[in-house]
């Protein structure tokens, strides 16, 4: 008979066993996470590349003091001034150029210089044939006082956005000419 005082069989306890891995599964997993490792440091560039537009915030712009508003005529007058650039980590400035003057209305506007045609620079009143006008002397492209295009070139005069402060002319960003609308 069995008794209960009886000291029963501990039951086998079975210890983990190691798995070994072999030298196979080794360089796979190793060849693997290398081949992994520098998949990501290719790719995510390419990718930081892509989403770094949407992260920063587009402001209204810059705008560069550019003029006095009381040297502002109805006479398109030529202005030049400074533009700070930043390319990656190298820092510079841009001289650009900027035809300004006031219309009927005393309304300032300003338009760029650069050519539709080609992209050279257009001046004012430069071609004796065609008094009062923008002229290119590149291709021979002519404007209108608002930029219209009346001559080789297939579109107005781009022009500055502009804002007057503290009776100065400000200078912003370049928009397709909205003024060469308001001729017929």
Not at 141 to 170: E, F, H, S
Request: charged fraction near 25%; include cysteine.
């Amino acid at each position: 008979m069995s008794s209960l005082n009886e000291e029963q069989e501990p039951l086998p306890q079975e210890q983990p066993q190691r798995k070994d891995i072999s030298r196979r599964q080794f360089l796979a997993y190793t060849l693997g996470g290398a081949t992994a490792f520098m998949g990501a440091g290719a790719i995510l560039p390419m990718i930081r590349f892509a989403v770094d537009p949407i992260l920063h915030k587009k402001g209204e712009g810059d705008f560069i003091k550019v003029a006095e508003t009381s040297k502002i005529t109805d006479v398109p007058q030529e202005f030049t001034f400074e533009l700070p650039q930043q390319d990656g980590w190298y820092a510079s400035t841009a001289m650009l150029t900027a035809w300004i003057r006031k219309d009927e209305s005393g309304e300032i506007y300003a338009l760029s210089p650069v050519c539709k045609h080609l992209g050279c620079t257009v001046g004012w009143n430069n071609d004796k044939a065609f008094p009062d006008e923008y002229h290119c002397p590149c291709h021979g492209a002519r404007y209108t006082k608002l930029g219209k295009n009346l001559a080789v070139a297939p579109k107005p005069l781009d022009q500055y956005t502009t804002k007057i402060d503290g009776g100065w002319v400000y200078l912003g960003d370049i928009v397709p000419n909205t003024e060469a609308k308001k001729e017929a």
